[in-house]
């Protein structure tokens, strides 16, 4: 038996929330499949999309008050959540599996001083072309980068996770033998003083906090959902290369190289070599091929 922590990016999970529970269907076979071969199964997810969207939502309302984004950050984790313990929850059912699975909203203590507060690069919402975005950062005061040849998007801070508020929870429901949703968008990050802890307007990389959380619970495999089958270098390119089995030393050339993109593929390669560099298993693969991945069959192995 072995413990996972599988990452869902944000973006795999479609973008409307109708999109979102279809989505969730397809997820839900190779996870109950992991959990009929007894294993223990902690999920995260992102919600760069969706929180971008709560978040605007709210500010282009004129019958609402503002929300705050620690506030967005926690109703995303709430009907993400949701979606994901309902298609869990119906597949575990259709497969006569008596197990149950709760979301935990999650806080992920952060450095106040952290210096991704002074240089917002985490990309949220959605895509937008050149005109749109520099209409939305005069309207708004957005700060709006292009991201990865796909358009334009908001970006916000993105410390640094340090600790996991709720990891004794989610330790003693794993002990009792639940499957857990946490970290959920990264988690809402806070700010802790004197034992109080602050939201502050941010969102914490999900693969950062899927790794954190990977190191805290002593998982075995960190597994990582995304959009491509693999990693690869010279990605779009003729002589593109898909990696399959690679080593953290090759990895950590590889970026000196820039082959992957900021607010991209990079922090998953970040977030996998420092949990492969504890002498785990991390896995980067496509929801396509979730289930040979999650056999080491598929995806981009990564080990020490």
């Known amino acids: 038996m072995s413990r996972y922590v599988i990452s869902l990016g944000g973006n795999a999970l479609g973008k409307t929330p109708e999109e979102q529970k279809e989505l969730l269907k397809i997820v839900a076979k190779p996870i109950v499949e992991l959990i009929k071969e007894g294993h223990e199964i902690v999920i995260a997810h992102g919600n760069g999309p969706q929180v971008g969207m709560i978040n605007l939502s709210f500010t282009e309302s004129s019958s609402t008050p503002n929300m705050p984004f620690p506030e967005c950050g926690a109703m995303s984790q709430g009907y993400i959540g949701y979606h994901m313990q309902n298609a869990i929850g119906n597949e575990l059912t259709r497969q006569n599996i008596n197990k149950s699975i709760a979301s935990v909203v999650t806080q992920v ?8 507060f002074q240089n917002p690069r985490k990309p949220i919402g959605s895509f937008y072309t050149k005109e749109e975005a520099t209409k939305l950062s005069e309207k708004m005061g957005y700060t709006m980068i292009e991201d990865a040849g796909r358009g334009y998007r908001r970006v916000v801070p993105s410390p640094m996770p340090i600790d996991v508020k709720e990891k004794a929870i989610v330790k003693s429901l794993l002990k009792d033998n639940h499957i857990v949703i946490t970290v959920g968008g990264g988690g809402i990050p806070v700010i802790e003083k004197d034992g109080i802890l602050t939201g502050v307007a941010a969102v914490i990389d999900k693969d950062n906090a899927s790794e954190k959380l990977a190191e805290l619970i002593d ?3 960190l597994v990582i959902i995304t959009a491509v089958d693999n990693v690869y270098i010279n990605f779009g390119k003729e002589n593109s290369e898909a990696l399959t089995n690679v080593k953290t030393s090759r990895l950590k050339q590889l970026i ?3 082959h992957f993109a900021p607010g991209s593929m990079l922090p998953k ?4 070599m420092k949990f492969a560099n504890k002498g785990k298993t991390s896995i980067i ?3 396509n091929n979730a289930p040979e991945a999650f056999k080491l069959e598929a995806g981009t192995i990564i080990t020490k």
């Open 269 to 272: 390669i970040q977030a996998t």
């Open 109 to 116: 203590i952060v450095d106040e001083f952290d210096e991704a």
């Open 285 to 287: 693969a496509s929801l």
């Open 256 to 258: 000196t190289e820039n």
């Open 219 to 221: 998982a075995d495999y």
